[in-house]
Every structure is written in C-alpha cells, then in structure tokens.
C-alpha cells in the first residue's frame, strides 16, 4: 500500500508516535514509501519478526556488494567468523569480570546524583555508568571515556549514514585538507599499510551508503581516526603484555587457532567502535526511559523500592514500550512476497521494532506497563544472526544501576522548572536531557 502515513525523516512527538504506529499496524502493515524508490515499512511484529530470523533472503548489507567493515552491517561467512570474535566479550566469564564494573559505577553516580538531590541525569548517571563498562571492555582508561560519546556521534555520521537532502560534498581541497593528517596519523599508530587500510574504509563509509562526505562528515572521520590510532595502540601494548580483561579475551579469540586467525587487527580495531554506539548510546536510553517512567509514576516506583527483584521484569517492558533502537533495516536480496506484496531485489525495508512491540496480536494491552508480562519477546534487541551481542551485559548494568538508585531515593519527580528533551532522530527514543528533583531516603 502507498500512502503518507509516515515519513521516515520526520520525528513524532510522543503523543502521535503511538498512533502513528497503531494505524500503520492497521492500516498498511506493508507501508510503500511513496516517495522512494522500492522502501517498504513494516510495522507487525510476525512481520518483523520473520524477516529478522530470514538473513538468507534479507542482508544487513543495504548496499549490494559493498563489505562493511562493521559486524552489524556484514552477513554470511564474514559477520559469523567476526562474531564469534567479539562473542568473546560477552561470555559469562567476561560479565562476570564487568560485574564489580558495574555495581561501583552504578554506587558512585547514583550517591552523587542523590547527594545533588536536583540534577540532569543523562549525563550524570545514564550516560557515565554504560562509558566506565564500554572503557573496560576496551582497555580505555577513565580519563579518556569522556571521548567515547563524540566517537559514537562520529560513527553514526560516517557509518550509519543516510544521505540528507542538500548535503553538499566537500571540495578536493578540503577532503585532502582533512584526511591527510588523519592518514599520518594514522600510519604512525598502526604502520603505513593498516593505517592506509584503516583511513580508506572510514573515508568510504559514507558514500557507500549514499551519502555525501561533507565537511562535517570529513570532522567525523577525523573523530575516528583519532581514536583508532590511541586504541590501536592500546589493543598492540596488550598483545605484547596481555591482561586479564575482557579486551584480552576479545584479543585472544582474534588470533584463533590452528587454522588461522580469526580477525585480522584492522576488524579487531573496527569491532572496539561498533561497542561504543551500541554499548553506550542505546543503553544510555535505556537508562533514561526507565527513569522518566518511574519519574510519571510514583506507583511504580513504589513497588519496586519494596520488590527489587521485579526490576528485571520492569528493564523488559522499559525495552519493549520504548525501545531504544526504534526501527532497523535489511535488503531484499532476492524477490519475495511479505503478506501478499510483492517485494522486489535490493527492496529496502523498514523494519519498525518499536511498532512491533506494541502489537496486540502478539502483547495483551500493549500499551500497559506490566510487571507480570515476563521478560521474553520484546524485539528491542533485535533477533536472529544478528540479535545484540550486549544484551545480557547492557540488562545486567540497567539492573544494577536501577536498583542502586532506588535504593537511595525517597522520591524522584521530573523536574517543574525544565522540561526534558528527547533525543532529535526519528530512529532513536531517549533523551538529551532529564532533569529530575529527588528526595533522599
């Protein structure tokens, strides 16, 4: 079906997302953009659901023949082999040294936050506490996580790009203006060859997406740059010395065994990136959600001071009611039929996370916030090859994080003198800012 019930650019407010979801769920469950070539949406969650676990007839890869150098936009032999690796993060034994991470970072912010007793918590408590975790993981020392955020606003411009509308491309000049110090720099972290390698796919990330490499694209790749020669340092200082951290399993699975290794350095390098967008940003989000819901009711606030254990069941519903990645994308690699329409070769499709999370014929009252609905289904974290690596990790840090603070805080209220500020991307639901008033216990 054609018709203009949503515009992929335009950000909702809260008030009229839900709705808009709702009657494209209704009324055009297979959503032909009309002013874009072959961009299907999908909004029911059996929809989205089948095309998630179907990578042999949907690619993460939205361009045809393009190899990303990032895990989340690869496919096939390629995004197995990577993922085994960076799995390697992620196992029992790696939480589990992340734990203690997580619990002093999640004391320390929350003491500070309470102590203030007024305050903005996405950057003093959603955002700190996932950076200490990602900077574990990467072997990035406290003093420089304060970069990781830029970094990620960095990765989105160049890897995660969608053409603008009037973007312009940037002159000769001002790219070799741009990009030679970054090459310099480099080839003096990694040596000529891998700094090469390494500057050619950041320079490309872009275009291959469609998108001009304008001149704030070009301070994005300088960004990255950056931060791939300290990291590339930090990765080579461990390889000769290595530590018992989560980096030195992620470095030990990239060499493999008998058959070789299973990453080369310049994937390792490139892997440490994808972290920080998805370690940090979404679960900063999440952390925001959760505590604006809490904030809107004093109710529920209550009934998990007392019950504790019922925050688990609450980090759940936060994820399914307000996602914090609202729609992801694949590629038809071959013609198929999606409930009764025709989909055709290299179809773009829209897949709506957050519409599919409140579709009725799979949650009962799908706008209610629930702590008997247990804690499976929800698609926040995607599903099938590609479901989030992080996800036990990034419930673990929201877990501890919430019940730390709710076991400092009397009351918490948005607060009357600032309103909060969602985040500006019609991709994304969080905040910028969120100022709150507590009361100490």
């Not at 950056?226 to 990291?231: N, V």
């Not at 819901?293 to 001071?305: N, P, V």
């Not at 419930?395 to 501890?400: C, K, N, P």
């Amino acid at each position: 079906m054609t018709s203009p019930l949503f515009d992929l650019e335009r950000m909702l407010p809260e008030a009229e997302l839900w709705p808009c979801y709702r009657r494209l769920r209704e009324e055009a469950p297979i959503h032909r953009v009309a002013d874009r070539e072959n961009v299907y949406i999908l909004s029911r969650y059996e929809d989205v659901r089948a095309v998630l676990t179907d990578a042999g007839t949907f690619s993460s890869s939205l361009v045809a023949g393009a190899e990303s150098p990032l895990l989340v936009l690869s496919d096939g032999e390629r995004h197995r082999r990577l993922r085994a690796v960076l799995a390697a993060a992620f196992t029992p034994a790696a939480i589990e040294l992340l734990r203690e991470v997580a619990e002093r970072a999640a004391d320390e912010r929350s003491r500070e936050l309470v102590r203030a007793r007024r305050g903005e918590v996405v950057s003093s408590w959603c955002q700190p506490i996932p950076c200490e975790l990602i900077g574990a993981i990467l072997g990035v020392p406290p003093a420089r996580q304060s970069e990781f955020l830029e970094l990620a606003y960095n990765l989105n411009s160049v890897f995660f790009a969608n053409a603008v509308p009037g973007e312009r491309e940037a002159s000769s000049r001002e790219k070799l203006t741009a990009l030679l110090p970054a090459g310099l720099q480099l080839a003096r972290a990694l040596g000529p060859a891998r700094g090469l390698a390494m500057l050619r796919r950041v320079a490309a990330a872009a275009p291959e997406r469609g998108a001009a490499l304008s001149r704030e694209r070009l301070a994005s790749c300088r960004g990255i740059a950056a931060f791939l020669a300290f990291f590339g340092r930090v990765v080579r200082a461990q390889r000769r010395h290595p530590q018992p951290n989560v980096l030195g399993l992620l470095i030990g699975a990239a060499r493999g065994g008998e058959h070789g290794p299973q990453a080369t350095e310049i994937e390792v390098l490139m892997q440490g990136l994808a972290l920080i967008v998805a370690g940090i940003d979404t679960t900063a989000s999440l952390f925001a959600n959760a505590v604006h819901a809490l904030c809107e009711d004093r109710a529920l606030l209550s009934t998990l001071q007392q019950q504790p254990a019922r925050t688990g069941a609450f980090v759940a519903e936060t994820l399914r009611l307000w996602s914090p990645v609202q729609r992801t994308d694949r590629r038809a690699v071959r013609p198929t039929v999606i409930r009764g329409e025709k989909i055709p070769e290299n179809a773009h499709l829209v897949l709506l996370l957050a519409a599919a999370n409140r579709d009725p014929e799979r949650f009962e009252r799908p706008d209610e916030l629930r702590l008997d609905r247990g804690a499976g289904g929800h698609l926040a974290f995607g599903l099938g090859p590609h479901v989030c690596l992080g996800r036990n990790l990034a419930l673990l840090e929201a877990e501890t994080a919430l019940t730390t603070l709710l076991a400092q805080v009397a009351t918490l209220d948005l607060d009357p003198e600032r309103p909060a500020v969602r985040i500006p991307h019609p991709a994304v639901f969080g905040f910028t800012e969120l100022p709150v008033v507590i009361t100490p216990r």
